[in-house]
């Protein structure tokens, strides 16, 4: 059974950069036609997907968000169990809650409980 645990900084100034991390358990990213994915949910809205990493390593971003994010795996060890996701030039609007989810064969599917960001002085 997979887990995702995100975790980073609570708030994070205007124009600063955000730093998350997902932590896989059960499962390595590498895994065959697994893809790891951000997905933010701002206060009062809906889900919003930011963009995914493949078992390959491929990525693909939201057009919009493409600009000032980037999405990559830790390749330091055969386990590569984390995914990270870096946004540069916060804005207040980037507040939400960000997830990490993984979608696999057959429809699996599994989420992360979700990490609260705050853009804020």
């Known amino acids: 059974q997979v887990q995702l645990q995100e975790s980073g900084p609570g708030l994070v100034k205007p124009s600063q950069t955000l730093s998350l991390t997902c932590t896989v358990s059960?499962?390595?990213?590498?895994?065959?036609?697994?893809?790891w994915s951000w997905i933010r949910q701002p206060p009062g809205k809906g889900l919003e997907w930011i963009g995914y990493?493949?078992?390959?390593?491929?990525?693909?971003?939201?057009p919009s968000l493409k600009s000032r994010t980037s999405i990559s795996a830790d390749s330091r060890d055969n386990t590569r169990r984390t995914v990270f996701l870096q946004m540069n030039n916060l804005k207040p609007d980037d507040t939400a809650v960000y997830f990490c989810?993984?979608?696999?064969?057959?429809?699996?599917?599994?989420w992360g409980k979700g990490t609260a960001v705050t853009v804020s002085h």
């Open positions: 059960g499962g390595s990213i590498t895994t065959n036609y697994y893809y």
């Open positions: 990493i493949t078992y390959s390593g491929s990525t693909y971003y939201r």
């Open positions: 989810y993984a979608l696999g064969p057959y429809g699996r599917q599994y």
